[in-house]
């Protein structure tokens, strides 16, 4: 059967090998829930960037800059890092070059995997489904927070394994770990997170409806994954 395994930080990712894997890269709040969000308003492709300043000079090739840096939008780019400003006509078609302090470094420590999905919670389901049908092994890969463990990535690690049940077995255990913490937050994950690192983080910018939002499961049946450089529909 196939396994699944939770990297709980980018920063451990030296001790998996991915490329028989298919790698899901979380970054709850709040990048990969604002790819997740642009693809299901029809974005034609996101480029995910490390580095700050290689992604402002994609707006010269046409590309819509958009990035976070402590959770706050860089300054002179197009857009920031709440899943809101992905829903509009503006992005329909376009293409748009991704930064943030977590979510994009994950993905580039991640890029040399069989298969590289986004996941968030809301495209939680389809996400699920899709693994269901690969023949890979599974590696969950939480963003965290400048290479610390944080919660809300761990829950989602934990809610793709109860939605998995049957599908795969644990390969050592975080998976373990972070199931049974899902089920104990799912209840109420909002409250839950309330005393969690990030959410304290971000509560200095008024962000509760993106919280709520992030935090909802279902929202989206679309499946970004990488190919060559870009996220794309799958």
């Known amino acids: 059967m196939k396994t699944i395994?939770?990297?709980?930080?980018?920063?451990?990712?030296?001790?998996?090998?991915?490329?028989d894997k298919a790698?899901?890269?979380?970054?709850?709040?709040?990048?990969?829930?604002?790819?997740?969000?642009?693809?299901?308003?029809?974005v034609q492709s996101i480029k995910p960037?490390?580095?700050?300043?290689?992604?402002?000079?994609?707006?010269?090739?046409?590309?819509?800059?958009?990035?976070?840096?402590?959770?706050?939008?860089?300054?002179?780019?197009?857009?920031?890092?709440?899943?809101?400003?992905?829903?509009?006509e503006d992005i329909k078609g376009k293409k748009i070059a991704f930064t943030t302090t977590n979510g994009t470094q994950a993905i580039e420590k991640a890029k040399h995997a069989q298969e590289l999905v986004i996941g968030a919670f809301i495209n939680l389901s389809a996400v699920a489904e899709h693994l269901k049908k690969s023949k890979n092994s599974i590696l969950v890969l939480c963003a965290g927070w400048k290479g610390r463990v944080n919660l809300e990535d761990t829950l989602f690690a934990g809610a793709l394994i109860e939605r998995m049940t049957g599908d795969v077995v644990p390969d050592d255990d975080s998976p373990i770990a972070a199931l049974h913490l899902y089920q104990k937050a799912k209840g109420n994950m909002v409250e839950f997170l309330n005393e969690s690192s990030h959410v304290k983080r971000l509560s200095r910018l008024n962000i509760y409806k993106d919280i709520e939002f992030c935090l909802t499961a279902d929202q989206y049946k679309v499946v970004p994954v990488l190919k060559d450089k870009d996220l794309v529909l799958l």
């Open 49 to 88: 960037v490390a580095d700050l300043n290689d992604c402002k000079k994609m707006k010269e090739f046409g590309f819509i800059t958009s990035g976070e840096r402590n959770g706050e939008k860089v300054e002179d780019f197009d857009k920031g890092n709440s899943p809101f400003e992905y829903m509009g």
């Open 5 to 19: 395994d939770v990297c709980l930080s980018p920063e451990l990712m030296h001790l998996y090998d991915v490329q």
């Open 23 to 42: 790698v899901v890269v979380v970054d709850i709040l709040r990048a990969t829930s604002c790819m997740i969000t642009a693809f299901a308003h029809e």
